[in-house]
Structures are given as structure tokens and as C-alpha cells.
């Protein structure tokens, strides 16, 4: 298994501004990924976070408005950049492990609201 | 492409038997998977099952898939009401690739 420590675990910010959250996983991981959960919502894959390279991205989400780090296979920063209302959510970092890398494991995620 | 769909609620009475249900379009998932949030928490996971199994066991816990329907289900036994959550169904085509999760079913449990 894979222990996932997120922080901050929530906060609350001014619109306009940019928080970063990061993620660390207790062993390395091949995959590590960035999703939202939206009041009420299920979870929405933001990005994969690539060790060494750029992010890879889904669909409605670009890297300057959610840069990502992964600098080593254990760790990985999201970014919200100029955030709006609508960025209020929260925010969960994910890791695959296992061998084959089948278990999934998240943090306890960041609670952000923008006012 | 990829969805899961979930029912998203459930009520049961304390001692029941809880039977969540899930279904999915991508006839190539191998792996799926029952997740559990609790309020103000992330997601734990409860179990995952291999796509060239039908069922899986563990404590009071219990998995069925049924590959044919695309159907896959979460039967929790005499359900506590520290089982009250959210339950995500998720689902993977392979390993090394991210999950796709359904919405969610909020479990109560009636004492």
C-alpha cells in the first residue's frame, strides 16, 4: 500500500491569487495523479503527473491555469493559479501502487474555497 | 468512451445487508474498484477486483462481477452505521492508467 499526505488540507483564499498543494507518498510511485471533486460531485482527473517531463493533461484543463511539478517519484506539487470562485473544491492527489501498479491510492485531499 | 453509473442513494437499517450496484460501458476494463469517502475525508480503498474474476471476499465485504452485464456490485453485511459514506465505483483499462470513477452512492444507515 501507499500512505499519501496532502497539505494543506483546506483553505481559503482571495480571488485572483494562486495556491499550491503538496503531495508526498511514503514509497516511490510510477503514477501519480491530480483530480477534483466539486461539491457533491464525483471525482474529475485533472492531470497526470509525469516524473521528469511535463504534465499531461485532460481535456478542459491547461497547464497555466494548474501547473504541475513532479520532481522525483515520490512527490508532486498542483498549483491553482489566478483563482476564481468556480476553482472552489476540492483537490486530490493520487498514486498508483502495487506491482503490477493496480491500487490506487488518494490523499485526504485539499478543501479550497476562493472568495 | 469510458462511464460508470452508479444509483446515488441507498437506506438501510442497521444489521441489514447493504447491496451497492455499478455499471460500465468499457468492455476492456480490467480493473474495478469500490472506494469509500467519509465526510470531509479522501477516498479509502475498500477492495478491487480483476476483470477474469466474478467474485471477491473480504471480511464484510463482497464483490460480484458480472462481465457479461458490465455490472458490478458491493454487498456490505450486517452494515453498521459507521458504514454510512459515499461509495465511488471506479474503473481502470489497465494498470499504470488513471480511474474512472462513477458518481457515487450515499449510503445511510438507519439505526
Known amino acids: 500500500s501507499a500512505v499519501i499526505s496532502q497539505k494543506p488540507s483546506r483553505d481559503i483564499c482571495q480571488r485572483g491569487t494562486s495556491l499550491t498543494i503538496q503531495c508526498q507518498v511514503d514509497?516511490?510511485?510510477?503514477?501519480m495523479f491530480w483530480y477534483r471533486q466539486q461539491p457533491g460531485q464525483s471525482l474529475t482527473l485533472i492531470a497526470t503527473?509525469?516524473?521528469?517531463?511535463?504534465?499531461?493533461?485532460e481535456s478542459g484543463f491547461v497547464i497555466d491555469k494548474f501547473p504541475i511539478s513532479r520532481p522525483n517519484l515520490t512527490f508532486s506539487t498542483l498549483t491553482v493559479s489566478n483563482m476564481s470562485p468556480e476553482d472552489s473544491s476540492i483537490y486530490l492527489c493520487s498514486a498508483l501502487a502495487g506491482v503490477p501498479a493496480t491500487e490506487a491510492f488518494f490523499g485526504q485531499g485539499t478543501r479550497l474555497t476562493v472568495v | 468512451g469510458e462511464d460508470v453509473e452508479q444509483s446515488l442513494f441507498l437506506s438501510v437499517r442497521e444489521g441489514d445487508s447493504s447491496v451497492i450496484n455499478c455499471t460500465y460501458t468499457?468492455?476492456?476494463?480490467?480493473?474495478l474498484y469500490w472506494y469509500k469517502q467519509e465526510p470531509g475525508a479522501g477516498l479509502q480503498l475498500l477492495t478491487y477486483i480483476f476483470s477474469n474474476m466474478d467474485m471477491k471476499q473480504d471480511q464484510r465485504l463482497t464483490v460480484l462481477l458480472n462481465k457479461k452485464d458490465k455490472h458490478l456490485s458491493l454487498r456490505i453485511a450486517d452494515t453498521q452505521t459507521g458504514d454510512s459514506a459515499i461509495y465511488f465505483c471506479?474503473?481502470?483499462?489497465?494498470?499504470?492508467?488513471?480511474?474512472?470513477f462513477g458518481k457515487g452512492t450515499r449510503l445511510s444507515v438507519i439505526a
Open positions: 471506479a474503473e481502470s483499462i489497465t494498470g499504470n492508467t488513471p480511474l474512472v
Open positions: 503527473a509525469n516524473q521528469g517531463s511535463e504534465a499531461t493533461y
Open positions: 514509497s516511490q510511485v510510477t503514477m
Open positions: 468499457d468492455s476492456s476494463s480490467t480493473y
